[in-house]
């Protein structure tokens, strides 16, 4: 039920298939015969040819690639459709799906809990502790971020990842203060945005994210264990 595309063979009355279907059934579903070894040139040269409408298209896409393209521009397609991504970080179960463009109106409307209204330069606190993680999804620029803290035995962990087509990660990069009571101590950290599709924890291990010293961000922390911190979404040539 997709599109034909090369390389196209023949069954033995003539019918076409190709290799995105070939590998799953054992004869033609026309007639029932057998598949030949013959590839119909003549219809994989038209294939080359035309343009194909992206298969996404009942979700709002109006693009048309050839074949050669068509793919990659699927993979990465803004009306591909999306899965609820809180379940990914948590026990939350929730089966919504829909494009990405409506992640963030759906992130609103049924996990207002997890997410953070992004203000640029606004100061909020988090309590710390030896073994902790928080995380929450942000929004800025028009787009959708993941913001997670973990401290994990004497590291502080603090990563920013982007929801949507991995290739645009590195587009962003995120700043966070993190300072004292009485702002006369400070430690900043600045990476790259990773993508959201990528394990948090590989992240951590590779060092690709802010990276402190427990003992730094306890620290900078009230004797109740409130940390007050800042963050900046920037797009990366900013």
């Known amino acids: 039920m997709e599109y034909m595309v090369p390389p196209i063979i023949l069954c033995v009355n003539g019918h076409n298939i190709c290799d995105t279907c070939r590998p799953k059934i054992r ?30 298209r009942k979700y709002g896409c109006e693009e048309f690639f050839v074949h050669s393209t068509v793919r990659e521009h699927q993979h990465r397609c803004h009306h591909r459709p999306q899965t609820c991504p809180v379940p990914k970080v948590s026990n939350a179960q929730c089966n919504w799906t829909g494009i990405y463009d409506d992640i963030k109106i759906h992130l609103v409307q049924q996990h207002r809990g997890v997410c953070y209204e992004y203000i640029e330069r606004e100061f909020r606190n988090m309590i710390i502790l030896p073994d902790m993680i928080r995380y929450q999804f942000l929004f800025a620029l028009n787009e959708v971020f993941y913001l997670r803290f973990q401290a994990n035995n004497d590291t502080f962990y603090a990563v920013v990842q982007y929801v949507g087509p991995s290739e645009n990660a590195a587009k962003y990069k995120y700043n966070i203060v993190f300072v004292n009571s009485d702002n006369t101590q400070g430690v900043a950290v600045m990476h790259l945005t990773r993508s959201f599709g990528e394990n948090s924890d590989d992240i951590f291990k590779s060092g690709n994210c802010g990276k402190l010293h427990y003992d730094v961000v306890r620290r900078l922390g009230t004797k109740e264990g409130d940390l007050k911190f800042k963050i900046e979404i920037l797009r990366g040539g900013e």
């Open 27 to 56: 004869q033609c579903p026309i007639c029932r015969q057998q598949f030949l070894s013959t590839r119909n040139l003549a219809l994989e040269k038209l294939a080359r040819d035309v343009k194909y409408p992206c298969s996404y």
